[in-house]
């Protein structure tokens, strides 16, 4: 089962993520029975209190929402299968702004009431792994850094697109994606729930004595928002040598398509961990350029994962962001009544240059399995901001979900 699965994984997953939510369930395995495999019904729950304390506003945000994902997914047969799911999220206390409907003095808390079609997709897959998949789908690319389903939010942001992958038929993977709409997690009541898009991404990835070397192009048009637009070429190394995990990418990112911006800005990140049993230390820096007008922006990124949980950097500031980081993670297979899953992180913010002190954040998350289906997860925030940078603030989440 899905929720299984992802138990077995979580040591894995908050090592870079900082909640169970950001985790994406892989695709199902082709090499099951596949006329013997049953229709697989989806259904999640996420029943979540957020409170929010920021300085500078009169109100404390209190959130409760419940979020449902809902539909199936058919079996594969003559390597094609359909998937169809849709996706509620209710409000059940709603003292904050949502992005939707105004409620001055309020933090924001972006999960509006939203009900939509979230996934509707055919895909193809052929022995050798290559395939298709054609609709409203989940756009993954890497590690979520550049493209995610922006899981830790209510409402997950799906694209209509075309993805074509390459399979293990060549010593070089290729993934291609045409997006021509994204559905973002604001929904579509908001101004900019809706990106209409023309745009291209693509990938090669490929093994070495080092790790997986892929080169990776994400080339952005969006005519409802062109500051949004952009085109990044990048290069990314991940592999491991004994005990040691590491990560380094190295991107560019200038004008594209309906952008009215002229700008050349570099991304760097560079990251170790340590793992050993079911502990992981480690840290990294992650430096987004800026040229005092424009800073390197990643819009369809699951931003939560990056740059600290209290999302005070989902937009980069026009003078960059350079993210100093370590992390640590703990993994308690054995406990009752299920696994326990815990991770710190401690993150220094400044500009591009370091010339100018943002503040400083920790993060804590603690994640328990309570049956094979039920998981609770409480998380807490806390952002320093520096005199004349970003608000103080505290974030404090209290989840239970329920996977099917």
Known sequence: PKAALMREDWGRTFTRATSEAD????????????????????????LRYENVDQDGLAETASALTLRTRFGFEAPRRNGFSVLLEGENTTHLIDDFADTITPNPGYPVVADPEVTELNRAQISWRGETGAGVTLGR??????????????????????????????????????????????????GGDHPLGELDSASHAGEARVDTPLGEVAAFALLLDFDNAPALSS??????????????????????????????????????????????????????????????????????????????AADVFLSTPADGLRDLYVRGSWRFPDAAPG???????????????????????????????LTERLSAEAKAVVFDGDAGGPADRTKIWLSLVFDY
Do not use: C
Request: no cysteine; net charge negative; glycine share 12%.
């Open 23 to 46: 985790y994406v369930p892989p695709a199902p395995s082709d090499e099951e029975g596949l006329s013997e495999v049953q229709t697989e019904a989806i259904l999640n729950m996420r």
């Open 137 to 186: 789908q989940w756009f993954v690319l890497g590690d979520q850094r550049f493209a995610g389903p922006v899981g830790f939010r209510q409402n997950s942001q799906s694209v209509d697109a075309i993805r074509i992958t390459s399979g293990d038929t060549w010593p070089v993977t290729l993934d291609y994606t045409y997006i021509d709409r994204v559905h973002r997690i604001f």
């Open 231 to 308: 085109q990044t070429l990048g290069l990314r190394l991940t592999g491991t040598h004994e005990a040691i995990a590491y990560r380094f990418e190295l991107a560019n990112q200038s004008d594209y398509g309906a952008s009215t911006g002229d700008f050349d800005l570099t991304y760097l990140r560079a990251e170790a961990d340590y793992r050993s049993g079911n502990l992981s230390v480690g840290g990294g820096v992650e430096v987004l350029g800026g040229d005092g007008v424009q800073g390197f922006q990643t819009p369809l990124a699951t931003l939560h994962k990056f740059q600290g």
């Open 339 to 369: 696994p326990v899953s815990l991770s710190l992180a401690w993150h220094d913010f400044a500009s591009d240059d370091g010339d100018i002190d943002y503040g400083s954040e920790i993060d804590f998350v603690a994640g328990l399995a």
